[in-house]
């Protein structure tokens, strides 16, 4: 310990962070009702509840699951795509000054944007002058 008492207190705050995160852990998931939701969500141990079930049934019942998920997913695909050509005829609808004005602003759209609309504000208020 060459630092002396501040070597001494990063060395207590170490080891107060040692001894908090095992003990908050196990404090916060000792809980019966987190431990059935963890099990839950991330599907531990999953086995038939009964040796006789019919795993068959079972599958059949996952597979109607999954099919009425891709349904809903291609239902949402299609009003999405009716929902962008309702916007397509929005935007069409606009005057041509605003279509000009989001183009400019579309050009200034980047990782640096910021540096260049600095430099554009600065050569538009020399040109005004």
Partial sequence: MVLG?????LEAQKFAVYLMIPITASIAYNEPAVQKWSADYFQFMKYPSNPKTNLKEEFEQIRKEREE???QR??????RK?????LKQLNAARSPLETTDTQIHDE???WFS??????GNDS???SKS
């Fill in 69 to 71: 998920e891709i349904n």
């Fill in 82 to 86: 009716v929902y962008l050509e309702q």
């Fill in 124 to 126: 538009v208020s020399s």
């Fill in 114 to 119: 910021w540096l260049r609309g600095r430099r």
């Fill in 5 to 9: 008492r501040a070597g001494l207190r």
């Fill in 108 to 110: 200034k759209k980047g």
């Fill in 74 to 79: 291609d239902k949402n695909k299609e009003s």
